[in-house]
């Protein structure tokens, strides 16, 4: 059964940067999609960006050129840098893993943008 965790989160200031991580405990497949995700108070779940195992990237307008997210197969881990942060960033963040028939999740990261 696969298990996804984060780490990295906490508060940062505006402009400032964080690097949030993704442990996959299981096995990843070539075929596995796997993204970032977030959901700011009162709001609904957006995407922040995706990765395919072949490495494609897919961003949303609202973090591209600022957000980077990468994959290391070796490790079983995705990381999401996120440079220039704004106060609009702030929000739990959530990775998951998309296969044919399933998606799952972990439980998430608090982000806080603040000075």
């Known amino acids: 059964q696969l298990q996804l965790v984060e780490s990295g989160g906490g508060l940062v200031q505006p402009v400032g940067s964080l690097r949030l991580s993704c442990a996959v405990a299981?096995?990843?497949?070539?075929?596995?999609?796997m993204g970032w995700y977030r959901q700011a108070p009162g709001k609904q779940r957006d995407l922040v960006a995706t990765?395919?195992?072949?490495?494609?990237?897919m961003y949303s307008d609202s973090v591209k050129g600022r957000f980077t997210i990468s994959r290391d197969n070796a490790k079983n881990t995705i990381y999401l840098q996120m440079n220039s942060l704004k106060p609009e960033d702030t929000a739990v963040y959530s990775c998951?893993?998309?296969?044919?028939?399933?998606?799952?999740w972990g439980q998430g990261t608090q982000v806080t943008v603040s000075s």
């Open positions: 990765i395919t195992g072949g490495g494609s990237t």
């Open positions: 299981g096995t990843i497949f070539s075929t596995d999609r």
């Open positions: 998951n893993l998309r296969r044919t028939t399933t998606t799952t």
